[in-house]
């Protein structure tokens, strides 16, 4: 039998933001707001380490296979698309069917599937199940947020988000070092496997203490077309932003992707104001604050996502660092956002979001600048103090710009926000690795040639320039086999600076957006409606 509880939304005007709930205490574990975020972040875990654990895995899965190139790409692809184009239709299943049930389901999915991943013997059943992953792992985000926004009371929700977000940052950041560990050490199984006991875990106390809230006035129906219209916009355009590196930016293909998903965008706009119960009701939009803060989320995720991901390349291929080193190096960034993020949530309850959030992206803006002056002699200390400046800057971020969605949108729609919230990040972190992606081949394919001709060596073809290109985009030295000593350590060197060059202008660029998000987090305030789901449980 389920246990839920009713929730009457309540307007701005009825009650303080930050008033204590009137609701009774929550007796024992079930519905207990800490042993309720404690769950969703066991949860939650999975999903956000899944997100880089396996990049670490795909070399070993593609020799173990025999997979091409391609078809090792679409074990992210996969998984990164389903997650994306689904998250804001499974936070409305949530807001429907109830947080509880969603979660559950989205848990015990994802579990199995990790599990079934582990036991096949083909790229084509790893891919599909990847991108089952991703399915489930929709149903499961969105839903997280909702319970904890129905189970806190106001004056505690940013401090749970905050903790929340730690979670989530400590997951991603810790992802590359636990997959190295476990593909050194273990197989590449393993990290799928390792998902199923952490999933009975979840199962087993979300059965115990999840507490199902339901808004009063929640849906009762489905916007079917809403649903199917939103999943094609979302879909032809994380597929263009996908593709873009591989096609080019100039290629036909990639606009026309990018134009099925303006019009599909149109026309999701325009039914929503024709259907009786929209899947988001663009009122939602009016509110300033929300638009804000989910522009604020693409835009730190373009800074993070976009200038991190040429971070892995330039300590693994240019100081010639493991998988493991490479991630023990990221510490500092992980460990910042651990400490940071519950201090940000007190920080934020406090003083509101403006001035931690404006603070944070300055933060980032700062780290995003410090990067751009690594070079390839960059000492440990000195990359570690611009990865803990990151990581400091990011913690207000994710917490505050999380509450601010969240809370600022009716109780009812507490799911479809969580999914803005996600999708905003997934697709920021998309446009940012392309976008990115594209300034640093543009200023490699702009100084390879004369960095190769200054060093002495002999003349490329543009075949073998655009080979080459490819690969220093990397920060890989493009030798050919029984290549001499000396012509080899100037290629390398060569490649390195070149691609040094190119990370130096994305991590300006990447600090350019940052200083933009600045600006937008002036335009956030504390949820107005953060009180209505405050209370199903009292602290």
Known sequence: MTSQTTIKTTGPGDRPPGAPSDARPAKGLRGHPWFTLFTVAVGVMMVALDGTIVAIANPAIQKDLSASFAEVQWITNGYFLALAVSLITAGKLGDRFGHRQTFLIGVVGFAAASGVIGLSSSIAAVVVFRVLQGLFGALLMPAALGLLRATFPAEKLNMAIGIWGMVVGASTAGGPILGGVLVEHVNWQSVFFINVPVGILAVVLGVLILLDHRAENAPRSFDILGIVLLSAAMFCLVWALIKAPEWGWGDGRTWLFIAGSVVGFALFAFWETKVKEPLIPLALFRSVPLSAGVMLMVLMAIAFMGGLFFVTFYLQNVHDMSPIDAGLHLLPLTGMMIVGSPLAGAMITKLGPRIPLAGGMAATAIAMYGMSTLDTDTGSAVMSLWFALLGLGLAPVMVGATEVIVGNAPMELSGVAGGLQQAAMQIGGSLGTAVLGAVMASKVDSDLAGNWTSAGLPPLTAAQEAQASEAVQVGVAPLAPGTPDAIAAKITDVARDTFV???????????????????????????????????????
């Open 501 to 539: 060059s190119g990370m130096s202008l994305a991590s300006l660029v990447a600090a350019g957006v940052a200083v933009v998000a600045v600006f937008v987090a002036f335009l956030t305030k504390r949820g107005e409606n953060a009180e209505a789901g405050a209370g199903a449980a009292h602290i």
